[in-house]
């Protein structure tokens, strides 16, 4: 089975991203290896920086994950700094980095009525100007995501099974590969 990588947005532990990213991972079939990324780790993206333990084990995680799953909170209409600048880092070399043609799929949360959409496209966006393959289907957007969380888990079950198809779908076609 194939093997993911989460990178989840927001680096507070009671985050409803981080609760998203925890009840995907218990739905998903066990035989898939799961790593979650400590994006918290990495300074910021500095090119004078070129040998730092945290972003070599970082880019080692994704080298080695067959996909990535991106779960980002929305802050102020876009990506969390944290997540933008854990991209910077996996995004060198320009057009030549662990990123290029890395499968990725997305979820966003918010406490809105939008369920982060913005932040999801913003995301996409720099996704595809580093020459990742973004998963293409239906958006998977947490709507009032902080309402939904119980224990550390969302709990919205029809959101987590619209969810679950996609991402069924994203493990087959890492499978496939």
Not at 54 to 73: E, M, N, R, S, Y
Not at 137 to 150: C, H, Q, R, S
Request: hydrophobic share 50%; with cysteine.
């Amino acid at each position: 089975m194939p093997s993911l990588l989460f990178l989840v947005g927001s680096l507070r532990q009671a985050s409803s991203a981080k609760a998203t990213a925890r009840a995907m991972i218990h739905r998903l079939d066990p035989a898939v290896e799961v790593q979650m990324a400590d994006i918290g780790a990495l300074p910021h993206y500095n090119a004078d920086i070129t040998d730092n333990g945290a972003v070599a084990a970082f880019l080692h995680q994704i080298a080695a994950a067959d996909g990535l799953v991106f779960v980002t909170p929305e802050y102020n209409y876009g990506v969390p700094g944290v997540l933008k600048n854990a991209i910077d880092w996996a995004s060198r070399p320009a057009y030549e980095s662990v990123l290029k043609d890395k499968p990725c799929f997305i979820v966003s949360t918010s406490g809105g009525a939008l369920g982060g959409v913005r932040a999801q496209a913003q995301l996409k966006y720099t996704l595809n100007g580093v020459l990742a393959r973004v998963f293409i289907g239906k958006e998977i957007v947490v709507p009032f995501a902080n309402t939904k969380v119980e224990a550390g888990l969302l709990v919205d079950d029809a959101i987590l099974a619209f969810a679950g198809e996609s991402l069924t779908a994203f493990v087959a076609g890492l499978a496939a590969r």
